[in-house]
T-cell receptor, first 113, second 112 residues
Framework: AQSVTQPDIHITVSEGASLELRCNYSYGATPYLFWYVQSPGQGLQLLLKYFSGDTLVQGIKGFEAEFKRSQSSFNLRKPSVHWSDAAEYFCAVGDGSNYQLIWGAGTKLIIKP | NAGVTQTPKFQVLKTGQSMTLQCAQDMNHNSMYWYRQDPGMGLRLIYYSASEGTTDKGEVPNGYNVSRLNKREFSLRLESAAPSQTSVYFC???????????FGPGTRLTVL
């Protein structure tokens, strides 16, 4: 069955430190991959997406993600986090053949001052 | 350009009551979606509409109905609300095959 796993429910990082959020997927076809961010009380906003081509993709707010087919992973990174990055982050996977995305359960990022 | 709008923002219902959640998008998108979000469960798709005039069930359709009124509007109806439907509901839209979805601000629904 298709699935997306975000192994970390919560992650705490000091302001200015680097960040990596993990996403693993199980998907039969070539995946389309997304990272979304949800600030408290808000809807979801797209950070970045991967469809094809360069496996390192750049997104908004200084985030990047790397697609590793051999590891079925699409981890999100940021070199230096800011207090405003505190939010919940969701990984999602689709294959372009239908209109449904498979969503991870989310990782809540907490920033220590 | 408002993007995706949802009404109401908050709603409290009693068990058995009915209500309709409204969603509209002004991006001329073909596809629209209704999700529910519960703690620790991410987003679960209730119904979607690939294009005007079509609707399909998602992962958790029981207890809900939808109407794609026109290209802009996609409503979600709870005919007889149950406490298990207490959740935050999000509407989203996308151009289609690109699958980048744009989300509304959500409706927080409590069923007592």
């Amino acid at each position: 069955a298709q699935s997306v796993t975000q192994p970390d429910i919560h992650i705490t990082v000091s302001e200015g430190a680097s960040l990596e959020l993990r996403c693993n997927y199980s998907y039969g076809a070539t995946p389309y991959l997304f990272w979304y961010v949800q600030s408290p009380g808000q809807g979801l906003q797209l950070l970045l997406k991967y469809f094809s081509g360069d496996t390192l993709v750049q997104g908004i707010k200084g985030f990047e993600a790397e697609f590793k087919r051999s590891q079925s992973s699409f981890n999100l990174r940021k070199p230096s986090v800011h207090w405003s990055d505190a939010a919940e982050y969701f990984c999602a996977v689709g294959d372009g053949s239908n209109y449904q995305l498979i969503w991870g359960a989310g990782t809540k990022l907490i920033i220590k001052p | 350009n408002a993007g995706v709008t949802q009404t109401p923002k908050f709603q409290v219902l009693k068990t058995g009551q009915s209500m309709t959640l409204q969603c509209a998008q002004d991006m001329n998108h073909n596809s629209m979606y209704w999700y529910r979000q519960d703690p620790g469960m991410g987003l679960r798709l209730i119904y979607y509409s690939a294009s005007e005039g079509t609707t399909d069930k998602g992962e958790v359709p029981n207890g809900y109905n939808v109407s794609r009124l026109n290209k802009r509007e996609f409503s979600l109806r709870l005919e007889s609300a149950a406490p298990s439907q207490t959740s935050v509901y999000f509407c989203a839209s996308s151009e289609g095959l690109a699958h980048e979805q744009f989300f509304g601000p959500g409706t927080r629904l409590t069923v007592l």
